[in-house]
C-alpha cells in the first residue's frame, strides 16, 4: 500500500509515466535560458503571481458593500492552502512515493535538491489550486485568472521533471475538496471576526474608506456639517433632483 504509485509509475508503458516524459522531454530542446525561465517560474514565479492576485482580491473586497463577508472570503485562501498542505504531511508518508527522476534516471531535472522528498501529491500544485478555488468563490474574474496559473503551475512540474502528472492532479484535488468542504465551517468564524475588526482600529484592513472621506476630517467639524445643513434646502426647492442625487450615490 505505501508503494502503491511508486510501483505503478515503473512500467514503461504506464500513462502517467508517459505523459511526464512528453512534457519533461521538451526541456532536452529548449535553450537554457528558458529552461532557467520554467524552473523559477515552477518555484517561485507562480506563486509570487497567486500573491499578487489574493492582494488584489483583497483590495477589491474591501470596496465591497458586503466588505467584511468580502475579506473574509479572501482571507480563506491562505488559511485553505496552509490546512491543505497540513493534510498533504500524512498523505505523503502513507502514499511514499519517491520523485519520478529516482525510479527514472532519464528524467532531466531542472530543480536541483529534491532527492530526499517526497513526490504525491504535489506542494506546489495544492497550492496554486487552492488559491485558485478560493478566489473563484468571491471574485470570478481573479479566481479564473488564478486558475489559469494553476494550471500552469501543474504544466511546469512536469516540464522541470520533479512530478507525476497524478501527484499534480492529486494536489488540485486535495486543495478543492479543502477549500469547498471546510469553507463552511471557515466562513461561520472568519465573518463575524472581520465584522468585529471592522468596528476597532483594524477598520482599514477589512473596510476601504468612502471616497473624500479622509479630505472631509481634514476640513474639520464645520467642515463635515457643513452639507447636512445645505442639503434640506436644495432639497425643498428641487425635491426631485434631490432623490436622483440619493439614488446615484447609492448606485
Not at 525510479?103 to 489550486?129: Q, R
Request: hydrophobic fraction near 55%.
Amino acid at each position: 500500500m505505501p508503494t502503491l504509485l511508486a510501483d505503478a509509475g515503473t512500467g514503461s508503458g504506464d500513462p502517467d509515466l508517459g505523459l511526464l516524459k512528453a512534457v519533461n522531454s521538451l526541456a532536452a530542446d529548449a535553450p537554457a535560458w528558458l529552461d532557467s525561465l520554467v524552473a523559477w517560474t515552477a518555484e517561485y514565479g507562480i506563486l509570487l503571481g497567486l500573491a499578487a492576485l489574493g492582494l488584489t482580491a483583497w483590495l477589491v473586497a474591501r470596496r465591497r458593500p458586503d466588505a467584511p463577508v468580502a475579506v473574509a472570503s479572501v482571507l480563506w485562501a491562505p488559511l485553505a492552502v496552509a490546512l491543505a498542505e497540513l493534510a498533504n504531511l500524512p498523505i505523503s508518508r502513507i502514499v511514499d512515493r519517491p520523485r519520478p527522476f529516482v525510479d527514472h534516471p532519464e528524467i532531466d531535472v531542472l530543480v536541483p535538491g529534491k532527492e530526499d522528498t517526497l513526490s504525491f501529491v504535489s506542494d506546489h500544485s495544492a497550492m496554486s489550486m487552492g488559491i485558485a478555488v478560493a478566489l473563484f468563490l468571491v471574485n470570478r474574474k481573479l479566481g479564473a485568472a488564478a486558475g489559469a496559473l494553476a494550471l500552469l503551475q501543474g504544466f511546469c512540474r512536469l516540464f522541470v521533471g520533479v512530478h507525476y502528472p497524478t501527484d499534480v492532479l492529486g494536489g488540485y484535488a486535495l486543495a478543492t475538496a479543502v477549500v469547498l468542504l471546510l469553507a463552511p465551517i471557515a466562513m461561520a468564524v472568519l465573518v463575524p471576526l472581520c465584522h468585529a475588526l471592522s468596528r476597532t482600529a483594524l477598520r482599514p484592513l477589512v473596510v476601504a474608506a468612502p471616497p473624500g472621506a479622509a479630505r472631509t476630517g481634514r476640513r474639520g467639524g464645520r467642515a463635515a456639517d457643513a452639507p447636512s445643513t445645505a442639503r434640506p434646502a436644495r432639497a425643498r426647492r428641487h425635491p426631485d433632483r434631490a432623490a436622483d442625487g440619493d439614488s446615484d450615490l447609492a448606485a
